[in-house]
């Protein structure tokens, strides 16, 4: 049977070490290691469809419903390639036995992909879709073994949204990128207490790309240069260490000290690079009075190439975060509409606290809603019309150290 069909979802991620920068454009290798926690698909999420059939004479690509243009992406015609290849070799190495899934890979599929979070917001969509293509691929071709290597070609942070819980691309040293790979570092059930919201701002403003950015930071900036090769390694350290031991006031620290580096660095580029408006460095100030006012890190911010923040917490602490945020950003929504996802409580810090937080409201609608959520799993087979495909061996890499 030469006509398959797989659903999938794969999640969307946030960096807590910061990737930016690349040692090789082509192959999408990093300058640094990164670290990330992946988001719960249940709020965050790319759900990707893939059919297969020898009457399809073109691959075609539907993105939120608009048909795009392989032949004009790159990426996308590397990850299609590579899983294609990867398939014929694994045939190949198995025998008569793969014969289907050798004429399959030939074969051209019909893609089409969308998100459950709004593209437009400027949330970062690319590492959930290239993670749920290339995850939906391995599973329509029944290929077996690590695809991070695979997805990383689409975009850098989807090999890390290949993985549920926490976890690392290390940036790797063979030049033709084969040990620079994503893997888990710790599941999502090792630190079920931590909550993370998604602050959606109101920004109009348009701004470079990552990949673009990145490019003119390698190019142009120094500080880049003193952040690879002195400060990265250490953090990367410390943020793995406070994961393992659940110390969440050391992983604040790094986390917002990685944030604010990342966007030091955006401004050490020439032109310098601006991602944070007036709303973000609002928030930053609510983070750091809390902290302040309770007297140790209970809540992180931390920003990727847009004004968006997402803040870490726990869940004591996730309820008097959601009352501050709800009082110094008023807005017009209904609670029910300002808090997406998760359902939370308000409720207001205790008096002592209060009195050393500046409590006075900025202007109206400043935050658009915001994503209650969690740390996820990874990708998830939904559906397919081949139950052998069930059975096919997880194409996620195993944990490295
Ligand atoms: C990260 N970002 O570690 C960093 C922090 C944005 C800021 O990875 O060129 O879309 O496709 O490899 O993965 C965004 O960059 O860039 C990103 P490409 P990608 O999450």
Redesign the pocket.
């Not at 070490?17 to 930016?20: F, L």
């Given at each position: 049977m030469s006509d398959r069909f797989v659903e999938v979802t794969a999640p969307s991620?946030?960096?807590i070490?910061?990737?930016?920068g690349?040692r090789c454009v082509d192959l999408?290798l990093?300058l640094n290691s990164?670290l990330?926690a992946t988001l719960c698909q249940d709020h965050l999420k790319s759900t990707t469809k893939i059919s297969t059939s020898p009457r399809l004479t073109d691959d075609e690509l539907l993105l939120n419903g608009c048909k795009q243009s392989i032949p004009q992406n790159s990426?996308i015609q590397k990850c299609l390639s590579q899983i294609r290849s990867a398939a014929r070799m694994q045939g190949i190495r198995q025998g008569n036995s793969s014969l289907d899934d050798i004429k399959v890979a030939s074969q051209k599929m019909k893609i089409s992909s969308t998100n459950n979070f709004p593209t437009a917001a400027g949330l970062?969509s690319?590492?959930s879709g290239?993670a749920a293509l290339v995850f939906g691929m391995g599973k329509l071709l029944s290929v077996k073994g690590d695809l991070t290597p695979i997805a990383?070609q689409?975009?850098?942070?989807?090999c890390?949204s290949l993985h549920g819980g926490f976890v690392k691309?290390q940036m790797g040293k063979e030049e033709d990128g084969s040990d620079s790979t994503g893997y888990q570092i710790a599941p999502e059930t090792h630190w079920e207490e931590l909550r993370i919201f998604v602050i959606v701002v109101n920004d109009m403003r348009k701004k470079v790309?990552?990949?673009a950015?990145?490019?003119l930071t390698v190019e142009t900036s120094t500080l880049l240069k003193h952040r690879v090769e002195h400060v990265v390694e250490g953090r990367m350290k410390t943020a793995c260490d406070a994961i393992k031991n659940k110390d969440f006031p050391t992983l604040a620290d790094v986390i917002m000290r990685e944030s604010n580096q990342?966007h030091a660095v955006c401004l050490d580029t020439n032109p310098p690079l601006r991602?944070l408006n007036d709303v973000s460095f609002m928030i930053m100030d609510m983070v750091h009075s809390y902290n302040t006012a309770v007297g140790s890190l209970q809540a992180a911010y931390t920003?990727?190439?847009g004004p968006n923040a997402c803040l870490f917490t726990t869940k004591s602490r996730a309820n008097e975060i959601a009352w501050l945020i709800r009082n110094l950003f008023p807005t017009d929504s209904s609670d029910s509409d300002f808090f997406r996802g998760m359902s939370v409580t308000m409720s207001a810090p205790k008096t002592s606290v209060m009195q050393m937080i500046d409590l006075n409201a900025y202007s109206s609608n400043m935050i658009k809603y915001v994503i209650c959520t969690k740390v996820g799993d990874g990708p998830r087979l939904v559906s397919c019309n081949d139950t052998r495909l069930l059975s096919c061996n997880d194409t996620r890499g195993d944990a490295a150290d």
């Open positions: 991620n946030i960096a070490i910061k990737y930016w690349k999408n990093p990164s990330s990426r970062a690319s590492a290239y990383r689409g975009s850098g942070s989807a890390r691309w790309g990552s990949t950015g990145m490019q990342l991602y920003f990727d190439a």
